[in-house]
Nanobody, 115 residues
């Protein structure tokens, strides 16, 4: 069973930076969308950023602070997070959607931003 594996979460002070990475444990053919979601305690999971058809979308709350990048050949993806705020604290999930095999999710990585 191919899985998505995240890394790079941790604890950082407000204003700091973190870089999250996501890699597939094997080949996942037919990916059309890759992105990051997050879920804070007591809140619904929300889209942070995604890339599809060469275009990248960001949530308004992270626009200008976060940068999503993808390596198509390696099926890897990263999320550079700058100017972090306490409200960015959440579990961050890597996600991809495929044409033929549905959706894949990572196990999540905790990001905690202290004030």
């Amino acid at each position: 069973q191919v899985q998505l594996v995240e890394s790079g979460g941790g604890l950082v002070q407000a204003g700091g930076s973190l870089r999250l990475s996501c890699a597939a444990s094997g080949s996942i053919p037919g990916i059309h969308t890759m992105g990051w979601y997050r879920q804070a305690p007591g809140k619904q999971r929300e889209l942070v950023a995604r890339i599809r058809a060469g275009s990248t979308d960001y949530a308004d709350s992270v626009e200008g602070r976060f940068t999503l990048s993808r390596d198509n050949a390696k099926n890897t993806m990263s999320l550079q997070m700058n100017s972090l705020k306490p409200e960015d604290t959440a579990v961050y999930y890597c996600h991809c959607s495929t044409w033929y095999r549905g959706d894949y999710w990572g196990q999540g990585t905790q990001v905690t931003v202290s004030s």
